[in-house]
């Protein structure tokens, strides 16, 4: 069945380091969501991807959807300690449901 | 607060017994979905509903869970002889519109079961 998968699991960073999350799917996706959740919160919603080699930027945050659609990353620049949580990608193929994958989880240290 | 309700925040019942948690949308949402997330894990879907219709359910939903959107403004989820394997956060989420959009997640309802 259709898999989400996210690395790494974990990632810490020295406040001022940049971060980056790699989600990558088993087959092509129609749209790609990205969530943060932080510690013991519920997930937020960050952004939705579409089209084949989508680039947005929020801020610090740059959000990527591969050429396939198959792959997708999350790029924070210069993180802060507000930056800590669980970032979740989730996909979406037609005719089925959002498929979260396990997140990472983003430690900062100041 | 406009945002998405969940009632109870946290649930302990003992094995065998039946819950029944509540969702209350963002007013004007039109989907409703119920997911489950274990530590470490992300939200696992188990249902949505647009409007009063529950559209999909999980395959890998046991028949001992079932929801219900009447009117189609708030759900209920139930699980019935719960068992200590269900012991999770149970998230709900509500989006508008036809497809799968930006969802707003509710605070969820704790469940442990001992």
């Known amino acids: 069945g259709q898999q989400v998968m996210q690395i790494p699991q974990y990632q810490h960073v020295q406040e001022g380091e940049d971060f980056t999350t790699y989600c990558n799917s088993s087959?092509?996706?129609?749209?790609i969501q990205w969530y943060k959740q932080r510690p013991g919160g519920h997930p937020v919603f960050l952004i939705q991807?579409?089209?084949?080699?989508e680039v947005k930027k929020q801020k610090r945050l740059t959000f990527q959807f591969g050429e396939a659609k198959k792959n997708s990353s999350l790029h924070i620049t210069a993180t802060q300690t507000t930056d800590v949580g669980t970032y979740f990608c989730?996909?979406?193929?037609?005719?089925?449901?959002?498929?979260f994958g396990k997140g990472t989880t983003l430690s900062v240290s100041s | 607060d406009t945002g998405v309700s969940q009632d109870p925040r946290h649930k302990i019942t003992k094995r065998g017994q039946n819950v029944t948690f509540r969702c209350d949308p963002i007013?004007?949402?039109?989907?409703l979905y119920w997911y489950r997330q274990t530590l470490g894990q992300g939200p696992e879907f188990l249902t949505y509903?647009?409007?009063?219709?529950?559209?999909?359910k999980s395959r890998l939903l046991s028949d001992r869970f079932s929801a219900e959107r009447p009117k189609g403004s708030f759900s209920t989820l139930e699980i019935q002889r719960t068992e200590q394997g269900d012991s999770a956060m149970y998230l709900c989420?509500?989006?508008?519109?036809?497809?799968?959009?930006?969802?707003?997640f509710g605070p969820g309802t704790r469940l442990t079961v001992t």
């Open positions: 989420a509500s989006s508008i519109g036809q497809g799968w959009n930006e969802q707003y």
């Open positions: 509903f647009q409007n009063e219709a529950q559209l999909e």
């Open positions: 087959t092509t996706l129609s749209n």
């Open positions: 989730a996909g979406h193929k037609a005719g089925t449901a959002l498929i």
């Open positions: 991807l579409v089209k084949s080699g």
């Open positions: 007013s004007e949402h039109n989907r």
